[in-house]
């Protein structure tokens, strides 16, 4: 991700005795197109290879800097962070562990980038805030608020971020465990790219090229490293190396912080970024690079001052220089020009070898003895500290499992007891289950005879009823053609005596006192016959009501001898549930006195429908 910086100090400042504060200078976001295009296919192209192996056009597109956009996703491939995943998820499993250099970690962390917003507020301020750690503050409290924007914003959240980082490698390489500059270094990383990654980056760095050897007791390596600087700078810059020799200005004095911090905690984060990027491209050799190049850009200046205005130079005004970009880029560019043989190197390494064997060979023994007693003294108290608190850890480790190991035997003893417990009310619930299922299957075999019945019945009363319809209709038939042929008969009588007066008038007298006495078929007339048909029809509807009636009572009983089927299989299938006998036996009594009561309308209902086909 892009580092959100500062602007540099103005120009007016640049004489002032105040060194530049590490983590300052504008980061450029631009970009040319076309470079961004060759960047991306040559990224396209890196994803591509599960080795990790390095695009052919890498080397040029490195000389000319990374665009920072991009900077974190190609220094964890320069540094072959994803061959390794075990890396990233050790992580949080370090951060659980305690560290003895917390402490010193903690008087570093407000030094580091204090020019970046991100890592301005301390990290003691976050502990007294948050608690964090755990750590006693009170001799913490008066240290000063740092100055980067990363480290500032989010509530200190780039000084938690850079603490967790240092405490992991710290545990994580035992060895070097936390050394000062380290600091520099990740925060760098941690610009760019995600926590977890950022460590990973940095155990890479460490371990892969070399630079945890400069860290190591004894700095053996890293006084390795002067020695060919200084026989560098003797071969290239000879006039230089005289006049710095003069003065008695070593190596150390000013390139010290150049090996340790990869030229991370003085000089402008523009430059930083440029050195990293080759650092990860080509090694150690770049800082061999980037240190002649600086030494040849200020010859004239370093040519004309004393000890102690050589030392200021390279602490103050040295890293000023290339606040700018352009300046940045100039001496990256000349750094990548320089032509240094490795086997120069080589050679150098092998002449320092060789001197310091002479000096063993020339030095007192008893003074060797003693150097390598008191080395070996220093050893033997770290390692007894690393047995004492290693000893502490597995007493404590002990006496917590053992906290632990009762507890499991006293969960396991209450889960025996629990099980044996629901064993039993399982068997219980079974053997009433079992009950259940023998009483529900004769209340179904019960239901299922009772539903036959009143099947059988429904078909006799609805044939009944079809006959009596059919005898109803052939009755209402047979009255309306003898009603018919009367009336044709009473017309024809009458238009034929109708013209007589004496037979006209002994006709109504006729109708008027025709005697009762008459056969059954005269005496029953056409309005009674019509008043049975009446009666009959109503009689029909009665029993069609009637076995309505009965339909329903039939589809109601099929309704709940599913519903009891339901509830059946829910009753077998709650093992656990409490209080199973009690329901199962008020629910078994409740539907069968449904039961009776319906048998009981049943019956009733038949009695008074043969009650009413009497009365007919």
Known sequence: MPAQLIHPAPDDESDSDEPLLSGSGLVSQECAEDVMSAWRACMEEWRAKEDGARPDTLASLIANGVPDMLRGEVWQLLAKVHLD???????QGL??????????????????????EYFKKTVVENILDNSMCGLVLDDWCAIRLPAHEYFKASGGDGQQKLFRISKAYAIHDEEVSYCQGLSFLAASLLLHMPEDEAFCTLVKIMFDFQLRDLFKLGFDSLHLRFYQLNALIKDYESELFAHLDKLGVETHMYAS????TLFTAKFPLQMVFFIIDLFLSQGMPTIFHISLALLRDSKRDLLQLDFEGILKYFRVTLPRRYRTEANARSLIQRAVELKISHKKLAKYEADYVEMKEKEAEA???TKRLQRENDRYCKTIIRLEQENDDLAHELVTSKIELRKKLDTAEDELESSKNAVERLSRANADVMEENKNLLAEYEQL??????????????????ERVANEYKGFFAEQAKRAEREREE???????????????DSCWSSVQEWEANRSPARSPQEELGISDLITRLEEREAHVRAVELELAQTKLLLVEEQCRNQDLSHQMTTSMSANGAAGMESEGKKWLKKTMASLKDVRTSLKYNERTNSAVSICV
């Open 444 to 461: 179904k075999e019960m239901c299922r005879r009772e539903v036959e019945r009143l099947e059988i019945e429904g078909e006799t009363k």
């Open 363 to 365: 030095e007192d023994p």
């Open 85 to 91: 995943k075990e890396l990233k998820e050790s992580y």
């Open 257 to 260: 912080q150049w090996f340790l």
């Open 95 to 116: 951060l659980e562990k305690d560290c003895l250099a917390e402490q010193v970690i903690l008087r570093d962390i407000h030094r580091t980038f204090p020019a970046h």
């Open 486 to 500: 009367f009336d044709k008969q009473k017309k024809a009588i009458m238009s034929r005596i109708s013209s007589c």
